[in-house]
């Protein structure tokens, strides 16, 4: 997978050479690529922002060095060797929710191209232009307000790049990940037994595989009733058996609308 950022600080991305996501760097994997905006910049102070129309507080980025980076990475005449043009992602807290579905959808992609916005974000034509040739996602990890959109690029990466083959070693381990069957995870533990005098629950170490998988799933149901009621709701009714509701309803949570005893 090919990846480019464009960036006012693209030092931001030095994390990027560490852990995985360096070793996929490394391997090939990723070929990854960080632009400095103001390298399509033209006056001498390399000004990137401007006062927003309509009035306001805070700055809007210009869109004049945004078309400048996307012609050149993304080009408007396709390359003869084929190539296909990027998914732009443009991380605002206008955007669509990042999910792990959309986390997967990215994974199977040939070629990411990232927008970076600072200030008040990117004037809104440098993203309506870039649709005429290219699918433009303006994309939000969750309801609050960053300075800008580097730090967001770092969680969709990461959450991309461990899902490209060969990056996680464990095929296991992606598969049971919460969020992939719709619940939270339970509660993990290691040794020792007993650390400060908290004890590991019984059930983990009566090597009863059965009561193991009863429990976890009992814990991860009562977790995201407590924690994430709106993921309970989500799920389809067919989703909850009649032991997985006697497990809420002892962890006292009320029966879903709709929902017959099965
Ligand atoms: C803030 C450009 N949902 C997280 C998120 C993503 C991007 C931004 N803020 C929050 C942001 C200022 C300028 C992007």
Redesign the pocket.
């Known amino acids: 997978m090919r990846v480019d950022i464009v960036s006012i600080f693209p030092e931001y991305f030095a994390p990027l050479d560490l852990s995985l996501i360096g070793k996929a760097r490394a391997s090939g994997t990723v070929r990854l690529a960080v632009h400095d905006l103001r390298t399509w910049t033209h006056d001498v102070h390399r000004t990137v922002d401007d006062t927003p129309y309509g009035g306001g507080p805070g700055m809007v980025m210009r869109p004049e060095p945004w078309g400048e980076a996307l012609d050149a990475l993304a080009p408007h005449e396709l390359s003869p060797d084929g190539h296909t043009l990027p998914r732009l992602l443009v991380?605002?807290?206008a955007?669509v929710p990042f999910t792990q579905a959309m986390a997967h959808e990215l994974a199977v992609e040939s070629h990411l191209l990232f927008a970076?916005?600072?200030?008040?974000?990117i004037d809104q034509r440098v993203l309506d232009h870039a649709a005429g040739r290219m699918r433009v996602t303006e994309v939000?990890?969750?309801?609050?307000?960053?300075?800008?959109?580097e730090v967001?690029v770092l969680v969709i990466l990461e959450a991309v790049t461990r899902l490209l083959p060969g990056v996680l070693g464990n095929a296991g381990s992606l598969d049971e990940e919460s969020h992939a069957h719709g619940l939270l995870e339970a509660p993990m533990y290691t040794k020792p037994a007993n650390w400060r005098g908290h004890e590991v629950p019984e059930v983990l170490r009566s090597g009863d595989h059965g009561r193991i998988a009863r429990w976890r799933r009992d814990e991860a149901l009562l977790r995201t009733a407590s924690r994430r009621p709106d993921m309970i709701a989500a799920l389809p009714a067919e989703s909850l058996d009649k032991r997985d509701r006697a497990a809420l309803d002892r962890g006292g949570f009320q029966p879903r609308a709709g929902d017959v005893a099965k």
């Open positions: 991380p605002s807290p955007g970076c916005g600072r200030y008040e974000g939000s990890l969750g309801d609050y307000v960053l300075f800008g959109g967001a």
